[in-house]
């Protein structure tokens, strides 16, 4: 498939091409999206909070113990089961 790249981009894709290691286009863009995926899947959350002390963890801990009283908790299996269903594996990205 051909497509119709800003000049900047296009650039870049002509580039890969002559060094040799991709023999088309959709080479090029697969392997483009596939590290995209892994940025995105690997950056932090900014709606995270950060732990920068002891008493940071202290406060975070209290707080999922807290939900858990409240009845708040996920059952373990249900949590590991979402984990690994947003894991990208071998044969095509994530779910």
Known sequence: MTYQFPPDLDKLVKAQLAFGGYKSEDDVL?????????????????NARAINSRDDLRHEVQRGLDELE?????????????LLSDLPDANGPAA
């Open 70 to 82: 409240r009845g708040e908790g996920l059952d373990a299996e249900q949590v590991f089961d979402e």
């Open 30 to 46: 697969r392997d483009a999206l596939k590290a995209l995926e892994e940025i995105v899947y690997f950056r932090p959350n900014p």
